[in-house]
């Protein structure tokens, strides 16, 4: 149950915010490196002011759609991606305030290395002056530690570093060592041991559907105590958010109807596109590839990317839904279909260890998985209904496809990026496409 002092903090900021800026508590977890334990700590951490009652909003920078959903079952709230090329600079100062405005606590989950990709958390957090708690592995390191986080915090003045946290810590004699080696300048924010039995699991293309995890709930809870008995939970200086106006979305799908693939093959989701659809007077509904017999009525198909590569004899084998996508192919109805979504609609998926199942067969090609490789990072998609800002992050190949429209145009690099296939009524790439950079071209792609 949430405090009056809580409920009269929240009633102070709303009255404040007519005057288009309000303060919230703010942290921002960033590391080295991928791999260093963000997302546990994050999620820990919110989990714990969320078992006491406070209203906990968590974002994700760049493009993530697994680590928001640890991080949403964590803190109870929708969790939605944040950065300043894909969402755009006004919209995430709007995002911000409204969370300012009702949160008790806002916290913020890096991408890879601090300093890392363009923009990079550090862009970020440096925008709206947010304080930054590094998190390091310390498993491999003992006095280096410290000359690391010196450096990491000195690296560029104009951050605000709160501190570090060293995690992985294999007892209390690592954890002396890794004290001693802090310089001053400094502070060591809390030490977190190894927890094997109560770690998040992991695969390719990051950490497992929330879903999928029998005892996600009492692992959340559990990192909870131990970020407490690691002197964690202290809750961090106010940041002063200011809004920023946003145009309502035209009604440029009122009266459709978008049929939406969501189970364990198909659940890479942002839930801004969502939104973005809803706005424009789309209904949304969701159906299962995996489990369902009969795609709902719907006037177009959103196939979005996921795992089909683990359930692709599953796939292949709903002969029910197989029929149902090919008639609706037929229909000429639009079809949007994102990296899984378009391996779907392929010939063939084939998986790692060789394993091969006939998928849709309404776009030419084969997907392959590759052990090892892939492609990730920032693209802009130039369709011909109008440039979208979009993501690429796949094991796969694809062999035997069609002509591509176009490429996507990679922000740092000046060799093609991912393939764009577009026929008369399905549009397809590996790119995962943001829709709020362009509500018209959506609308042109789905009606």
């Known amino acids: 149950m949430v405090n009056p002092t809580t409920r009269a903090a929240r009633a102070t900021r709303a009255i404040h915010a007519t005057r288009a800026k ?24 919110a989990r ?62 890096g991408a890879m290395g601090l300093f890392d990709g363009a923009p990079s958390s550090a862009d970020l957090a440096e925008y ?12 491999a390191m003992a006095q280096t530690f410290g000359a690391i986080a010196l450096g990491l915090a000195t690296h560029r003045p104009r951050l605000q570093i709160a501190g570090v946290i060293a995690n992985a810590l294999a007892g209390e004699r690592h954890q002396q060592l890794i004290s001693e ?103 949304c509904v969701y159906f299962s590839p995996l489990n369902d017999r009969a795609i709902p009525a719907v006037d177009a198909l959103w196939l979005p990317g996921g795992y089909p590569e683990l359930h692709h ?6 002969d029910a839904m197989r029929r149902q996508v090919k008639k609706f192919h037929a229909s000429g109805k639009k079809i949007l279909a994102e990296c899984g979504g378009m391996l779907y609609l392929m010939n063939s998926l084939t998986d790692v260890p060789g394993e091969r199942a006939e998928m849709m067969a309404v776009l030419p090609g ?49 060799a093609p990026g991912e393939p764009i296939y577009q026929t008369d009524n399905i549009t397809a790439s590996y790119l995962h496409f943001y829709f709020p950079s362009n509500p018209k071209a959506i609308a042109k792609l789905l009606s």
């Open 366 to 414: 084969d997907g392959v998985m590759r052990e090892r490789g892939g492609c990730q990072g920032m693209q802009i998609a130039p369709l011909p209904q109008g440039e979208l800002r979009a993501h690429a992050h796949h094991r796969t190949r694809c062999e035997n496809t069609m002509q591509p429209i176009a490429f996507g145009k990679r922000l740092r690099h000046s």
């Open 48 to 109: 714990y002011h969320r078992n006491r009652g406070l209203d906990v909003r968590v974002f994700k920078t760049g493009p993530d759609y697994l680590d928001p959903l640890i991080l949403e079952r964590a803190c109870g709230a929708p969790v939605t991606q944040i950065d300043l090329w894909m969402v755009g600079e006004a919209e995430c100062k709007h995002i911000l305030y409204q969370a300012a405005c009702e949160a008790d606590l806002i916290l913020f989950e």
């Open 181 to 283: 080696s802090m310089p001053r300048q400094v502070a060591l924010l809390g030490c977190v041991g190894r927890h094997p039995d109560i770690a998040l699991p992991e695969r390719h293309l990051g950490l497992v559907h929330p879903d999928e995890v029998a005892d996600i709930d009492q692992r959340l809870d559990a990192l909870a105590e131990v970020m407490a008995q690691s002197g964690l939970t202290k809750i961090p200086d106010r940041v002063e958010f200011a809004d920023h106006d946003i145009a309502e979305p035209e009604m440029l799908l009122g009266g459709s109807t978008i049929g939406i693939a969501k189970d364990d093959a198909f659940s890479f989701i942002y839930a801004a596109n969502i939104k973005l659809l809803e706005q424009m007077g789309a209904t």
């Open 22 to 45: 309000v303060k919230c508590p703010a942290l921002f977890f960033c590391a080295p490196a991928s791999g260093q334990g963000k997302t546990t700590i994050t999620a820990g951490i």
């Open 313 to 318: 004899q599953k796939l292949s084998s709903n």
């Open 128 to 139: 709206f002056g947010i304080p930054i708690a590094i998190v390091m592995d310390a498993r």
